[in-house]
């Protein structure tokens, strides 16, 4: 039943490693996010889709790859991992402007 | 640019007592402005909402916030808190770009409850 679900909730990984996170809402949203969460509990924005097609790419490194497979899923790969990476990442979906965005738990990256 | 200020990092307050959290915005239009709460270890839970109308609105677990364009706040409100009010609180505004949206957040308010 859960609406936006994130896999894996924890990620432990060394430097250098590549990973990815994968993201599902069963929401019929057409529109899915990817916010990164710093240790200071600050959000900022990293990408959007919209059925598939990317429409916000914010400043980030291009390690960082989102893949949408279709407009449920939203996957982030990011390659050879760096110690500032260590976040939670949270994924969102919304249907409108005004609806809000519904937010998966997150998932805890730590590099080691 | 559009920002969001909350210029409280961190409240406490005894439980039963009234509360109110601070969030002003810069943004040329009417905004759409959100606040959310994260409690430890979970995502970001939808608490109300504003983009026109009725400028006092009701969301869930008792809160409401007022819009006032006058002083561009939208403040976070609840009559007597709960211990299980404790949380991140995270207000937010809408970004308008190419037709599509994006929320932008203020960096947040912890809330300590005393029993």
């Known amino acids: 039943d859960t609406a936006v679900s994130q896999t894996p909730k924890y990620l432990v990984t060394q430097m250098g490693n590549d990973k990815s996170i994968k993201c599902e809402q069963n929401?019929?949203?057409?529109?899915m996010y990817w916010y990164k969460q710093d240790s200071k509990k600050f959000l900022k924005i990293m990408f959007s889709y919209n059925n598939k097609e990317l429409i916000i790419n914010e400043t980030v490194p291009n390690r960082f790859s989102p893949k949408s497979p279709d407009k449920a899923h939203l996957n982030l790969h990011i390659n050879s991992l760096e110690l500032g990476d260590s976040a939670v990442y949270f994924c969102?979906?919304?249907?409108?402007?005004?609806?809000?965005?519904?937010f998966g738990s997150g998932t805890r990256l730590t590099v080691v | 640019a559009q920002s969001v200020t909350q210029p409280d990092i961190h409240i406490t307050v005894s439980e039963g007592a009234s509360l109110e959290l601070r969030c002003n915005y810069s943004?040329?239009?009417?905004?759409?402005l959100f606040w959310y709460v994260q409690s430890p270890g979970q995502g970001l839970q939808l608490l109300l909402k504003y983009f026109s109308g009725d400028t006092l609105v009701q969301g869930i677990k008792g809160f409401e916030a007022e819009f006032k364009r006058s002083q561009s706040s939208f403040n976070l409100r609840k009559p007597s808190v709960h211990w299980s009010d404790a949380a991140e609180y995270f207000c937010?505004?809408?970004?308008?770009?190419?037709?599509?949206?994006?929320?932008?957040f203020g960096a947040g308010t912890r809330l300590a409850v005393h029993p």
């Open positions: 969102a979906s919304s249907l409108t402007s005004e609806s809000g965005y519904t």
């Open positions: 929401l019929g949203h057409d529109t």
């Open positions: 937010a505004v809408a970004r308008f770009s190419g037709g599509y949206n994006k929320l932008i």
């Open positions: 943004y040329g239009a009417t905004p759409y």
